[in-house]
């Protein structure tokens, strides 16, 4: 019976090392109201995390702008399907930056263009892992670090329907596995991201996004060994519809076939079926509704979104053929000060693995917790 504990412990701890890098990819974007509103973002864009979602959203903003986020994650895991005491699972990562950003439009004849640049966690490595056995805690698993981008953006307006922008993404940082120096990783790498947002009416938005082919680096500190991950084309769509002046109403598809990457090109590493399961999209909604007190605008926000697990099957031993999806449920709430801004978000993503590391009639359910907290300073009227 150990020896099934100790085997669903280390693909557990398999999956916390190699599904962050796969499955939080996924996510074009950061940012508390974003997060609050099912990262529905890409046909919205109109804060400064559109560096990160939309970059032609820039144009949208009138006045300089400084915003820093910061992020936190808990959760717990139950294994049923084992007779006797099975152990208990909990994690959590640390409470972290998440975005930072300084906004500066400006103009050229009669053209609005809006520079920003960014410093974002695309990757989140901070994470600690405890399993409990008979009350007694049996093992502890950390690892910390991160991949982050630095971001210069540029947001252009052609006109008042039609905005174009571009960021580039220029990797860094790093992440260490238990305590053992060898595991120590560097990252490196440089991205190109080219968006668009058409605004045929006040009431309606469309945006894209388009992740060009790059590659990422990661080079083992100790050994200076180097393996380079090659991130294919990747897009996101998305739709913005004002209802009324108070209610906002989001959707995005945003789409990642890695089996396109040359990573996957050895057939005989990956088969069809094999690389099918690493085509991951997902659908994305939220609403934003703005409670309104005389100078105090309170808004209001709920999402839900779909995390497809890029190659799951594999990373959690699961026996089915059926990639695992994730369903998330968002909340979030901000509050508006004249130029200052606050914003939270708390996202629930819930998830049931059958057969979990092979053996059958073991499963596992898992509930992680995000709380995504931001602040906003405008430095002169936002009209």
């Known amino acids: 019976m150990r020896k099934i504990y100790t085997v ?86 640390k409470f972290q930056l998440n975005f930072l950003s300084f906004i500066m439009p400006f103009a050229v004849g009669k053209y609005n263009i809006v520079g920003g640049i960014s410093y974002r966690t695309l990757i989140d490595f901070n994470n600690e892992l405890t399993m409990t056995y008979m009350g007694t805690t049996e093992d502890i698993y950390k690892s910390e670090g991160g991949v982050r981008t630095i971001s210069p953006a540029l947001g252009f307006q052609l006109n008042e329907m039609f905005s174009f922008g571009t960021a580039i993404n220029i990797y860094t940082g790093s992440a260490k596995w238990g305590d053992n120096a060898d595991d120590e990783e560097s990252y490196t790498g440089l991205g190109i991201d080219l968006s668009a947002l058409v605004k045929p009416s006040p009431m309606f938005s469309i945006g894209a996004n388009l992740t060009l082919p790059h590659t990422v680096t990661s080079e083992n500190d100790a050994s200076g060994e180097e393996y380079e991950m090659k991130v294919p084309f990747f897009f996101s769509l998305g739709l913005g519809f ?24 050895d057939p005989t590493m990956y088969t069809d079926e094999q690389k099918d399961l690493y085509d991951v999209s997902s659908i994305h909604v939220g609403l934003e509704y703005l409670l309104m007190s005389g100078d105090l605008i309170i808004p209001l926000r709920a999402g839900f979104y779909t995390n497809p697990i890029a190659g799951s099957t594999e990373v959690y031993g699961d026996n089915s053929s059926d990639q695992l999806v994730n369903n998330v449920i968002t909340l979030g709430a901000g509050l508006i000060m004249g130029q200052l801004l606050f914003d939270g978000a ?27 907290i931001g602040a906003t300073l405008h430095f002169g009227e936002n009209k």
Request: charge should be negative; proline fraction near 1%; aromatic fraction near 12%.
């Open 8 to 93: 669903i412990f280390l693909t557990l701890l398999m999956a916390l090392m190699i599904v962050p890098l796969q499955a939080q990819y996924n996510f074009t974007g950061a940012g508390a109201r974003a997060a609050g509103m099912g990262n529905a973002f890409t046909g919205v864009a109109d804060d400064a995390t559109a560096i990160s979602w939309n970059a032609a959203g820039l144009t949208q903003l009138y006045s300089m702008e400084a915003t820093v986020i910061t992020r936190f994650g808990f959760g717990s895991a139950e294994i049923t399907g084992i007779e006797g005491d099975a152990p208990t699972l909990d994690y959590k990562s």
């Open 242 to 265: 004002r209802a009324t002046d108070n209610l906002l109403i989001a959707f995005d598809y945003q789409n990642r076939d890695w089996s396109r990457s040359e990573n996957f090109d």
């Open 346 to 372: 708390f996202e629930i993503e819930s998830s049931e693995t059958k057969d979990y590391a092979g053996y059958s009639g073991v499963n596992l359910e898992e509930t992680q917790y995000r709380v995504t």
